[in-house]
């Protein structure tokens, strides 16, 4: 696909976007440089980030360029089906608030590593451990820089491995100052990658109205609504071709819950922005990431359902190719070149704030597992807090340099984006949920049982993924499976994550019962019901949440 270089107002308004972010990120290091000494002011910025900031947070490390073009692709390809990531996200995030905070800050839980070894022991920790530490350099920040790198070369003419090392720079240099600088640059990072995400929204929505008649957004939409209909389908039926990726009920009632809870609760990445909080501060800003995840569709979807139309009627013909295939994931690259001089500018912006700031919360979560959960138990017990910083400054240096070599070989270009950091992480997630999800919630629950959940649940994941190939059972009461693109026959990704998941508690609860000493368990968790009262503005703000979700998946059904 051609690029196209930007113009010198593109420029500006991109410098502008830089050094507000620089300039705001050094005066809020100043102004707390004295306490980045202290590890859990550099990690967690305990007690410092407000609930907007939090809220800002936890939006701007979650939506980077596999959202901006691995979704718009998928809105491209199957429509507002894709949107269930944001939306079941939204509900998610109510339940995180109501049940895993109040216990992580009972609790007083920095790290999900830190959880396990309390509550189980210290060989489940460090085996998370590591596994976060691979997850997160070889699936999560290598498809955030390479599908940023992509996207920012195409739409600025400027070479790819440029491209990769300016803003794995930039982000260095932001989370070396620590979760504090983050979390309140993120604030700004939000206010450009909203901004420049609604201004590519209305030009896609203004394009469709003048290629097939009227003007404005709405009736943009109303074209689409009407020439598209089959990309305004929530639910997927078994004979749509999309079904694989999104199989019917599961993103309501299966699977769907799984990928999000793990992602949203018990994710080292998400959760550390608001473990360093009171608790109604940290509600409060997990409830401000629900109302912006409401929006994200907005941004992230609607360009690509825009983008097929006008390709479907005779549009971007050559510029949706990629090596003679149609290539979804140019989409959302196609309609940012075709923004105004000036505009374009505020759209990279967007979209090098969505990376930048994607890449600095998980170099830094990177930095807190190695540094707290491996370097200071099993390296050195006696660092000091100094030696600590140090340490996580060179981890965070040390795993992006790693993501720059290892993710031009990742194939990431091949899966798309977002269908391949959620495929890959879905062999882990069953496990890793039920070991939470038992360790908060049954005390009886052992180390054992947690220890096999976590292998066996990961075993079977591959395993459950060809067994209608294995066994010539193709479809049943169990499963329905489809021929992937080497026309193996295997299970939907999120159907499998829901019977792992099934698979692990039934395991736990044999297990833990088999097992005397469980009767006894000493690692229970500090719960009190008086933990989970809510306030009655956060009780309005969840009705509101879930009134219109009903609304959406009513409608869009």
Not at 58 to 79: P, R
Not at 407 to 423: N, T, V
Not at 445 to 457: E, P, V
Request: hydrophobic share 50%; glycine share 8%; net charge neutral.
């Amino acid at each position: 696909m051609q690029a196209h270089s930007l113009q010198l107002l593109d420029y500006l308004v991109f410098l502008f976007y830089f050094i507000v972010v620089s300039g705001y990120g050094y005066w809020i290091y100043n102004k707390k440089k004295s306490k980045i000494a202290d590890s859990n002011d550099f990690f967690l910025a305990e007690g410092s980030l407000t609930w907007w900031a939090i809220g800002s947070s936890l939006i701007a490390s979650n939506i980077s360029a596999e959202q901006f073009i691995g979704t718009s692709g998928d809105g491209f390809q199957m429509g507002l089906a894709i949107a269930t990531y944001e939306w079941m996200a939204a509900a998610t995030l109510l339940i995180v608030a109501i049940f895993f905070m109040p216990i992580y800050l009972k609790n007083k839980i920095f790290t999900m590593p830190q959880f396990l070894n309390r509550r189980y022991n210290s060989t489940v920790s460090l085996i998370m451990a590591v596994f976060w530490l691979l997850l997160y350099i070889a699936v999560n920040l290598t498809s955030i820089l390479y599908l940023g790198a992509l996207a920012v070369s195409t739409i600025s003419g400027l070479d790819f491995t440029v491209c990769m090392i300016a803003m794995s720079a930039f982000a260095i240099v932001i989370t070396l100052g620590g979760m504090k600088v983050i979390g309140y640059t993120d604030v700004i990072q939000v206010v450009f990658l909203v901004l420049g995400g609604l201004v590519t929204s209305y030009l896609a929505l203004n394009l469709v109205s003048e290629r097939f008649g009227g003007d404005g957004v709405v009736n943009g939409l109303n074209h689409l609504m009407t020439k598209a209909p089959d990309h305004f389908h929530l639910i997927f039926s078994k004979d749509n071709a999309n079904y694989p990726s999104l199989p019917g009920l599961a993103v309501l009632i299966g699977g769907m819950w799984i990928v999000n809870l793990n992602y949203w609760g018990c994710n080292q990445y998400i959760t550390q922005r608001a473990l360093g909080a009171d608790l109604p501060t940290a509600r409060n800003g997990i409830m401000f990431a629900a109302f912006l995840k409401m929006m994200m569709p907005i941004i992230v979807v609607l360009p690509g359902i825009a983008a097929y139309l006008l390709w479907k009627d005779g549009m971007f013909q050559e510029e949706m190719m990629k090596d003679g295939v149609l290539s979804k994931d140019n989409a959302y690259p196609v309609l940012l070149n075709l923004l105004p001089v000036g505009l374009k500018g505020l759209s990279f912006a967007a979209l090098t704030a969505a990376v930048v700031a994607s890449m600095a919360g998980k170099a830094n979560s990177i930095s807190t597992i190695f540094t707290l959960d491996i370097y200071k138990n099993y390296i050195n017990p006696n660092a000091s807090e100094k030696q600590l910083v140090s340490i996580g400054r060179i981890a965070v240096v040390a795993a992006i340099i790693i993501a720059i070599l290892i993710a031009p070989f990742m194939g990431i270009d091949k899966k798309g984006g977002f269908q391949f950091i959620q495929e890959y992480t879905g062999y882990f997630s069953p496990g890793i949920f039920a070991l939470f999800i038992m360790g908060f919630f049954w005390k009886r629950t052992t180390s054992k049982a947690a220890l096999f959940a976590l292998l066996g649940g990961v075993t079977f994941s591959v395993v459950s993924k060809y067994i209608p190939t294995w066994t010539g059972v193709t479809d049943s009461i169990f499963y329905s499976s489809f021929q992937d693109a080497d026309g193996m026959y295997v299970i939907p990704f999120i159907d499998r994550m829901g019977w792992v998941f099934t698979f692990c508690i039934t395991s736990m609860v044999v297990i833990s019962l088999l097992d005397p000493e469980s009767k006894n368990n000493p690692k229970g968790l500090e719960i009190d019901a008086k933990m989970f009262k809510l306030a009655p503005s956060f009780i309005v703000g969840s009705v509101i949440i879930v009134m219109m979700l009903l609304m959406l998946y009513t409608y869009f059904w």
